[in-house]
Nanobody, 120 residues
Framework: QVQLVESGGGSVQAGGSLRLSCEAS????????IAWFRQAPGKEREGVAS??????LYAASVKGRFTISRDNVKNTVYLQMNSLKPEDTAMYYC???????????????WGQGTQVTVSS
């Protein structure tokens, strides 16, 4: 059974930083792509960043501010978020899928989410 557990969310002022972690278990780690998504109240879930090993994908709204990385020894994917803005406030989820994309429909397994709140 694939399990994904997010951590690292919290409240921060605009311009601050947070690092989210997604610990994966229950499958062969290298066979899945791991991505981060977010969903703000009243909005659709959107892709933020995806890790394809040496390749990465970023949403235009976070490019240059967020960095996704993987630790294959710890089976963990990180999302380093710098220069945070109030519009980054959302529940952040990690997900595992077999396609290198930011399309939510392509992901099979999801974590429970971690809340990020950015105040102005």
């Amino acid at each position: 059974q694939v399990q994904l557990v997010e951590s690292g969310g919290g409240s921060v002022q605009a311009g601050g930083s947070l690092r989210l972690s997604c610990e994966a278990s229950g499958y062969t780690y290298s066979t899945y792509y791991i991505a981060w998504f977010r969903q703000a109240p009243g909005k659709e879930r959107e892709g933020v960043a995806s890790s394809g090993g040496v390749s990465t994908l970023y949403a235009a709204s976070v490019k240059g501010r967020f960095t996704i990385s993987r630790d294959n020894v710890k089976n963990t994917v990180y999302l380093q978020m710098n220069s945070l803005k109030p519009e980054d406030t959302a529940m952040y989820y990690c997900a595992a899928g077999r396609v290198f994309t930011l399309d939510t429909a392509a992901f099979d397994y999801w974590g429970q989410g971690t809340q990020v709140t950015v105040s102005s």
